[in-house]
């Protein structure tokens, strides 16, 4: 996860694959991620584990984005939560780069995952 570079483990930046994002929680294949280089929330544009999903978390811990990835690990579909796009806010925008294949309020199993997030990372210290 991280760095651009993970064929050779090592990104464009000399950054250690892995290196970008700190992980704060994980629960099943979903896992909850901070960007490390700025207090902006940028999300993954892959991953190295298959069906996983990421939730993007910024500097305050307030969840910004889901992300979905392809068979090919790379980013296919991205919830934004914080942010009005087009008068949809939450909305999902289709594509690896974020928007070239379209943006379209939550389906009802995107809403569900919303919800889901939601509840993980609120009561995340309630065990």
């Known amino acids: ?35 490390n280089d700025s ?8 991953t190295m584990t298959r069906g996983r999903v990421y939730v993007t ?6 969840l910004v984005a889901i992300t ?14 914080t942010h009005e796009h087009e008068g949809k806010k939450p909305h999902t925008h289709e594509g ?6 379209g943006t379209h309020r939550l389906t009802p199993e995107e809403k569900a995952m919303v919800e889901r997030v939601q509840k993980l990372w609120y009561n995340r210290h309630s065990k």
């Open 1 to 35: 996860m991280g760095g651009r570079g993970a064929s050779s483990g090592v990104s464009v930046k000399g950054k250690p694959y892995g290196s970008e994002y700190t992980t704060l929680l994980q629960s099943g294949n979903i896992k909850f991620v901070r960007y």
């Open 39 to 46: 207090t902006s929330a940028k999300t993954p544009m892959e």
């Open 57 to 62: 978390v910024n500097s305050e811990d307030n």
């Open 68 to 81: 979905y990835y392809d068979n090919a690990n790379k980013r296919r579909k991205q919830i934004d939560l």
């Open 96 to 101: 690896l780069w974020h928007d070239e294949n």
